[in-house]
């Protein structure tokens, strides 16, 4: 079992950053696959961004490639999100997610945090 439990999400500007942390409690946090996902209001969740159990290899939607940067420090039991460059249509509730195996798909996800929410006002 896995708990997550995300901070940093706010209100900021057009063109600002923001970090984004998942806080994930359990022992077994450094056998799962991490990542970050988002969800607008009348729009389905979906992927931003990800990386695998050993902090190797991440991976990125378009829309955040070149923008945001995916960590993880395993031994804090902790994921960080960086978010730089952000755009109005950035704004969403940002969700931390934990899975078996490395995933862009929502229905892959073993578990969630209860998300935190992003607003980028132009």
């Known amino acids: 079992q896995v708990q997550l439990v995300e901070s940093g999400g706010g209100l900021v500007q057009a063109g600002g950053s923001l970090r984004l942390s998942c806080a994930a409690s359990?022992?077994?946090?450094?056998?799962?696959?991490m990542g970050w996902f988002r969800q607008a209001p009348g729009k389905e969740r979906e992927f931003v961004a990800g990386i695998n159990w050993r902090g190797s290899s991440t991976y990125y939607a378009d829309s955040a490639k070149g923008r945001f940067t995916i960590s993880r420090d395993n031994a804090k039991n902790r994921v960080l999100l960086q978010m730089n460059s952000l755009k109005p249509e950035d704004t969403a509730v940002y969700y931390c997610?934990?899975?078996?195996?490395?995933?862009?798909?929502?229905?892959?996800?073993?578990?969630w945090g209860q998300g935190t929410q992003v607003t980028v006002s132009s």
């Open positions: 997610a934990a899975s078996q195996v490395a995933t862009t798909q929502a229905t892959s996800v073993s578990f």
């Open positions: 359990g022992r077994t946090f450094s056998n799962y696959a």
